[in-house]
């Protein structure tokens, strides 16, 4: 770092999931977050960021606070299986009703995804430590590292995702508690150097209203909840001299909330993909608890589908035979999608069959697109195919590929309206440019114009540099932790 140039003495991240990064710009430009226009006033550095694949929460979040791809983290997707237990996770519990998982990320010592999570992938916080810095991290499920951890409830979880009209939790209320919580720590004494507020509410907001109801709830309740938050750091002296990022995980794609629509696995009334399985004669994890007792496996993560297939006869540990176990699953599904045989439900639903050889390439064996001609490279496909959009999908194929992503990826026609999970109005988890654009926007209010253009400098050489060396055109959410090491010198 240049020596003339003031460090920021704390870094605040303001992160609310499945925000589009053109409703938060936007918001922006009409005036509308006058409390986000606090942090940014006329300038600030807004990245043209995408998403991981899939572009989905707990992957993308992980990717977002560590700086790796999730072939290196380990956490593919919020479902994805662990072949070398056998485990299968569901984050958020998925259509076999395995709450559990749910539970435990924000139960226990430690939480799901901190232990899940490779042991050798350090953490934003985990990095701030070593440089003394202390971290306080409100709602996330990621924090690791981090000298304090402010969980949400369990009912509360329950009652904004799983509740009825009766029943249910507000996204506002959710997240008006987050805020109250963090500035109530505040009031008490903590002075952390990382501070990292975690937005839930206008997911689930998109998810049952669609994604144009994004911008009213940002500008409705965020907005208000983030000035709330202002408040209290300038109280407490706090706000001068802070970094201030606001970021989402991924964006959303309008869809229908429509059991046509909607392919599962285990649902008791409609199971899609477990009729799939059954006509194939394959035995599909599609029960709580029977990990190591099936022969497939489905992760399930909105726009985009790990498909698992165990070594027959074998153990999950082992790569699975590229001719005998995987490419007949691969023609069944171009058949089903085709022509609806094997489950007529799938018929027109599947846009990209992505499969590859563990068998001969390896665990991080790269993706390539099934057609009964033949395995044709994934940009040469979209090329001949431009009414599938998608964006960097190559380098974030490639930043999947693992022991945890599975020997298929299914992914679904957008344009039709198909997605994997249960009826909602929005989704996310593809590779289209809008659920996979996310917001990576920096600010530092109250710095000198010098400081401003320096770190305008530093934020474009890191992501220039990195875009160069992983074929992108994008910024990527794995950039946000070396650009935050680089502009506090670590």
């Not at 440089?131 to 979880?157: C, F, K, N």
Request: hydrophobic share 40%; proline share 5%; charged share 25%.
């Amino acid at each position: 770092m240049n020596e003339t140039m003031s460090a920021p003495q704390r870094l605040l991240i303001l992160d609310i999931d499945g925000l589009r990064q053109d409703v938060f710009l936007q918001g922006l430009s009409q005036g509308r977050l006058p409390n986000f226009a606090r942090l940014f006033g006329q300038g600030g550095i807004h990245l043209d960021a995408v998403s991981t694949a899939p572009s989905i929460t707990f992957c993308a979040q992980t990717t977002l606070f560590t700086g790796a791809q999730p072939g290196r983290h380990g956490i593919t997707g919020n479902q994805f299986l662990d072949r070398f237990e056998p485990r299968f996770y569901a984050f958020d519990v998925g259509d076999t009703l395995d709450y559990d998982d749910a539970v435990r990320v924000f139960a226990g010592l430690g939480g799901l995804l901190n232990e899940a999570l490779d042991s050798s992938v350090p953490t934003l916080y985990q990095r701030a430590a070593r440089e003394g810095w202390s971290s306080l991290v409100a709602h996330h499920m990621l924090s690791r590292g981090a000298e304090t951890w402010l969980r949400p409830g369990l009912i509360e979880i329950a009652r904004l995702t799983r509740g009825s009209r009766l029943f249910g939790m507000e996204p506002e209320d959710f997240d008006g508690n987050m805020v109250r919580e963090l500035t109530e720590k505040l009031q008490k004494g903590a002075r952390p150097e990382i501070i990292t507020a975690y937005f839930l509410g206008l997911d689930q907001e998109s998810h049952e209203e669609g994604p144009e109801a994004q911008l009213t709830h940002l500008a409705a309740a965020i907005d208000v909840q983030v000035g709330q938050l202002l408040d209290e750091l300038e109280r407490q002296g706090m706000l001068a001299g802070t970094l201030a990022a606001v970021v989402s995980d991924h964006g959303q794609v309008g869809v229908r909330a429509h059991e046509r629509h909607a392919l599962r696995v285990g649902f008791p009334a409609a199971r899609e993909l477990g009729s799939f399985f059954d006509a194939l004669g394959l035995d599909v994890h599609d029960l709580p608890g029977e990990d190591n007792n099936c022969e497939a496996a489905v992760g399930l993560n909105g726009g985009m589908a790990h498909v698992y297939l165990r070594r027959r006869p074998g153990a999950w540990s082992e790569p699975p035979r590229f001719d005998r176990d995987v490419l007949p699953v691969a023609q069944a599904f171009w058949e089903a999608s085709a022509s609806g045989r094997y489950a007529a439900e799938l018929r027109g639903a599947i846009d990209m069959i992505l499969i590859r050889s563990v068998e001969k390439d390896g665990w991080q064996a790269d993706y390539r697109v099934y057609t009964p001609a033949g395995l044709q490279p994934v940009a040469e496909f979209l090329d001949e195919h431009p009414e599938i959009e998608a964006v960097d999908a190559v380098p974030r194929l490639e930043g999947l590929a693992g022991p945890a992503s599975g020997d298929l990826l299914l992914v679904t026609n957008y344009r039709q309206g198909y997605y994997f999970g249960d009826p909602q109005e929005g989704v996310h988890g593809g590779l289209h440019p809008d659920d996979s654009r996310a917001v990576l926007s920096l600010a530092w209010p109250g710095s000198r114009p010098e400081d401003q253009d320096r770190l305008a400098r530093i934020v474009r050489d890191v992501v220039e540099e990195r875009k160069q060396n992983e074929g992108r055109q994008h910024a990527s959410l794995a950039d946000f932790v070396p650009i935050i090491e680089t502009i506090l010198g670590w």
